[in-house]
Structure formats: structure tokens, C-alpha cells
Nanobody
Framework: QVQLQESGPGLVKNSQTLSLTCTVS??????????WGWIRQPPGKGLEWIGGILYDGRTDYSPSLKSRTTISRDTSKNQFSLQLSSVTPEDTAVYYC???????????????????????WGQGTQVTVSS
């Protein structure tokens, strides 16, 4: 059974960069057919997909966050990471890492952008952006 665990600072200052890491255990991070995503939930709001990375390292990002987001991976450590730059208090949320089956359309595989497609989740980590 695959397990995911988020880690990183719980408090980030306004305008700085949020950095989180997800450690994967119980499964190979480079197994074909899977996408590994970051999802967040601001207080009082629904889940929002941030972006994902495929087994081969290709990335997809939410259009609304793309200019500020970088998702990368370290296969030697079975980890993937999120960097969100120029944060504001609106980026305060519980951040989750999760796994889904890849989507396929028009000859291209990509990360699902609907949180309901993600079946395995970390427990989540609260990140607060101070003003």
C-alpha cells in the first residue's frame, strides 16, 4: 500500500517561496501509469489542484498558478516537491500530496486536474502565509 507524507515549514512570510516535499513509501515513484500531484484546501473553501508530475518527470500545472509553481522530483529519495513563489495570505491552506492514474487524450498522457481522481493522499500539512 503506497503511503505519502508531506513535510515543510508551516509558516511562510508574505512574498517568499513556499517549499514542500512529499515522501513516497510502499511503492515505486517511477512506476508507469501514475501521476503525483499537489492539491490544497484554503480555509472554508474546496479542494484546488495545483499541479502534478508524471512517472517520467513531465509536469502539468493549474493555469491560475502556473506562473508561480514548480514541481520537481528526486527519484533517488522517492520524493517530489512543490515550490510556490511570491506567496500571499491567500495561499494559506492545507496542502496535500496525492497519487492518481494518469489521464490520456490525443496521444498525450497528463496529470488529472480534478482532485476526485486522486486515490492515495497524504495526511496534509497546514501552511500559513503571514502578512
Amino acid at each position: 500500500q503506497v503511503q505519502l507524507q508531506e513535510s515543510g515549514p508551516g509558516l511562510v512570510k508574505n512574498s517568499q517561496t513556499l517549499s514542500l516535499t512529499c515522501t513516497v513509501s510502499g511503492g515505486s515513484f517511477t512506476t508507469q501509469y501514475y501521476a503525483w500531484g499537489w492539491i490544497r484546501q484554503p480555509p472554508g473553501k474546496g479542494l484546488e489542484w495545483i499541479g502534478g508530475i508524471l512517472y517520467d518527470g513531465r509536469t502539468d500545472y493549474s493555469p491560475s498558478l502556473k506562473s508561480r509553481t514548480t514541481i520537481s522530483r528526486d527519484t533517488s529519495k522517492n520524493q517530489f516537491s512543490l515550490q510556490l513563489s511570491s506567496v500571499t495570505p491567500e495561499d494559506t491552506a492545507v496542502y496535500y500530496c496525492a497519487r492518481a492514474r494518469m489521464k490520456y487524450r490525443g496521444g498525450v498522457y497528463y496529470s488529472p486536474d480534478d482532485p476526485v481522481d486522486y486515490n492515495n493522499w497524504g495526511q496534509g500539512t497546514q501552511v500559513t502565509v503571514s502578512s
